[in-house]
C-alpha cells in the first residue's frame, strides 16, 4: 500500500486516464456499460481519490519535488475525472428535443435514400411490412 | 453505431416476427460501405448525408458530429403494415440507445 501512495504521482493518472479512453475505445461497444458508463466512472473516480491518498500521505514527509509531482498527478487525475464525469452527465445530454413533427399514430414520412450497397431504398416499398427504423449517429 | 450490432444480434428474432429492419445516419455511402459493411451487418444502411430523411422525423442535431457538422440524434421508429408511426423511441441522451429487447417488446405491446 506505501508503494502504491508512494508512486501514486504516476499510477493515478494513469489510472484515470485509462478510465477515460477505454470507455471510448472498448466499453462504448458492450451496450450495458455504455449506458450506465458506472465502471468508468468508478475506474477514473479511484484514480482521483487515489491521487489524492498518494499526495496526502506523502505530504509531510517528502520534498518539494516529490509534491510537486503529486501535485501535477493530481491534477492529471482529476482532468480525466472530470472529463468522464462531465460527458456522462452533461454533455451526453446536450441534445435538441426529438421535435414534434413525428408523432405516434401519424403517417411516416416517406424518403428515397442510397444504401451501403449501391440501391436506392424507399420507405414505401416496406409498405405490407412492420419496419423497425434506427436512425443512428454514425459509424465511429 | 453499437445499436446496429445490438439489432444485428437479434436479426433472426425480428425477420421471425415479420420485422424488417432499416438504418440511417447521416454518412455518406461509402463510409457506410467501408467502415460499416465488414461489421456484418445485414439489414440496409442508408446514407442521408443532406439530412432529408432526419429532417423529416425532427431529428437533426446541429453540431453533433465529433468531427464536425450536423447529425441524428439516436432515435427508433416503429412503423406498421399501413406505414404509421406506433411507436417512438428518443432516449435523454446519446449515450443510452435503445435495446433490441425493448423495441421487440414494444412492436408486441402495439400489436
Same mark, same amino acid.
Given at each position: ?140 | 453505431? =453499437? ?5 444485428? =444480434?437479434?436479426?433472426?428474432?425480428? =425477420? ?8 440511417? =445516419?447521416?454518412? /455518406? ?12 451487418? !445485414?439489414?440496409?444502411?442508408? /446514407? ?59 412492436? !408486441?405491446?402495439?400489436?
Amino acid at each position: 500500500m506505501n508503494f502504491v501512495l508512494r508512486h501514486a504521482w504516476w499510477l493515478a493518472p494513469l489510472i484515470a486516464f485509462a478510465g477515460f479512453v477505454s470507455y471510448y475505445l472498448i466499453f462504448v461497444s458492450v451496450p450495458t456499460l455504455r449506458d450506465s458508463a458506472a465502471l468508468n466512472l468508478i475506474i477514473v473516480a479511484g484514480g482521483a481519490i487515489l491521487a489524492i491518498s498518494g499526495a496526502a500521505s506523502r505530504w509531510g514527509k517528502s520534498s518539494w519535488k516529490v509534491r510537486t509531482l503529486h501535485v501535477f498527478g493530481s491534477l492529471g487525475s482529476f482532468l480525466f475525472a472530470g472529463a468522464l464525469f462531465w460527458y456522462v452527465f452533461s454533455l451526453s445530454y446536450q441534445m435538441p428535443s426529438g421535435s414534434a413533427q413525428t408523432e405516434k399514430w401519424q403517417l411516416a414520412p416517406d424518403f428515397s435514400l442510397p444504401s451501403a450497397t449501391g440501391d436506392t431504398v424507399s420507405l414505401s416499398s416496406f409498405r405490407g411490412q412492420k419496419v423497425i427504423l434506427s436512425f443512428y449517429r454514425g459509424f465511429w | 453505431m =453499437s445499436e446496429l450490432q445490438g439489432l444485428q =444480434s437479434q436479426e433472426k428474432e425480428f =425477420s421471425k416476427a415479420g420485422i424488417r429492419i432499416l438504418a440511417i =445516419s447521416a454518412d /455518406s455511402p461509402e463510409d457506410l460501405k467501408e467502415k460499416l459493411l465488414p461489421k456484418g451487418i !445485414s439489414f440496409p444502411l442508408l /446514407s442521408d448525408p443532406e439530412l432529408e430523411a432526419i429532417d423529416a422525423y425532427g431529428l437533426r442535431h446541429e453540431g453533433g458530429n465529433p468531427f464536425g457538422g450536423d447529425i441524428a440524434r439516436p432515435a427508433v421508429f416503429l412503423i406498421d403494415e399501413e406505414g404509421r408511426i406506433v411507436e417512438k423511441i428518443l432516449t435523454e441522451n446519446w449515450r443510452v440507445r435503445p435495446t433490441p429487447e425493448l423495441i421487440l417488446g414494444k412492436f !408486441s405491446d402495439a400489436g
